[in-house]
């Protein structure tokens, strides 16, 4: 398809295993960005990535949690010993560059049990 | 500091209705970005407007209006007639030239219009 596409959509997981979230940006996007939406809440920035520059993580909660992108493609946020609160819907998204008009995935919803 | 504010919770009209949802915003960047975003019940968030901080222009999109006043830093979108498929989560959210990845999203406003 010619959105930014996510996977899984959902997924459930005991307290203390690691996932992994992958996102496939628009095809001729260099930004990529990660987005945590908890439930009936706003939106909370993770990570974005440019280019070959390097990303900023200043979003991200705490040494668990880490992203990984491949040139100007696919992305993999990846949280290790995943704890309850981590249950949210992480949203992909991605721009043809900063600044320039963002486009959402649908997410993946994360459920810590 | 950067924030996004929008004050109304939820909002409940009856179609055909005019609605308006307030978004207040705080940035020291003389540079920026706003932009509205609709999250129906499916879930996925859908763009529908992006503003630079140099053009103040008021935008119209068929039933959709925008009125950016950076005097009071409001960005403030109404809809005209309201209709039920209007029914979301509406976010506003910030960019910062500095920071042009981060987008700081307002908790948003759930919008119900009843028919």
């Known amino acids: 398809g010619a959105g930014v596409s996510q996977s899984p959509s959902n997924k459930v997981t005991e307290k203390g295993k690691d996932v992994e979230l992958r996102c496939d940006p628009i095809?001729?996007?260099?930004?990529l960005y990660w987005y945590r939406q908890r439930l009936g809440q706003g939106l909370e920035f993770l990570i974005y990535?440019?280019?070959?520059?390097?990303?900023?993580k200043s979003g991200l909660p705490s040494d668990r949690f880490s992203a990984e992108r491949t040139g100007e493609s696919v992305s993999t946020l990846t949280i290790q010993r995943t704890q309850q609160e981590d249950s949210a819907v992480y949203l992909c998204?991605?721009?043809?560059?900063?600044?320039?008009?963002?486009?959402f995935g649908e997410g993946s919803w994360l459920t810590v049990v | 500091a950067q924030k996004v504010t929008q004050a109304q919770t939820e909002i409940s009209v009856v179609e055909k209705e005019d609605v308006t949802l307030d978004c207040v915003y705080e940035?020291?960047?003389?540079?920026?970005?706003l932009f509205w975003y609709k999250q129906p019940p499916s879930g996925e968030l859908v763009f529908l407007i992006r503003?630079?901080?140099?053009?103040?222009q008021n935008e119209i999109s068929g039933r959709y209006s925008w009125n950016f006043q950076k005097s009071t830093s409001s960005f403030n979108f109404t809809i005209t007639a309201s209709q039920v498929v209007d029914s979301a989560v509406y976010f506003c959210?910030?960019?910062?030239?500095?920071?042009?990845?981060?987008?700081?999203f307002g908790k948003g406003t759930k919008l119900s219009v009843k028919p």
């Open positions: 998204a991605s721009s043809v560059e900063l600044a320039n008009t963002i486009y």
């Open positions: 095809s001729g996007h260099t930004a």
């Open positions: 990535f440019q280019g070959n520059s390097a990303p900023d």
């Open positions: 940035t020291r960047d003389t540079t920026y970005y």
């Open positions: 503003r630079n901080s140099f053009d103040e």
């Open positions: 959210a910030l960019s910062e030239a500095g920071s042009q990845g981060n987008l700081i």
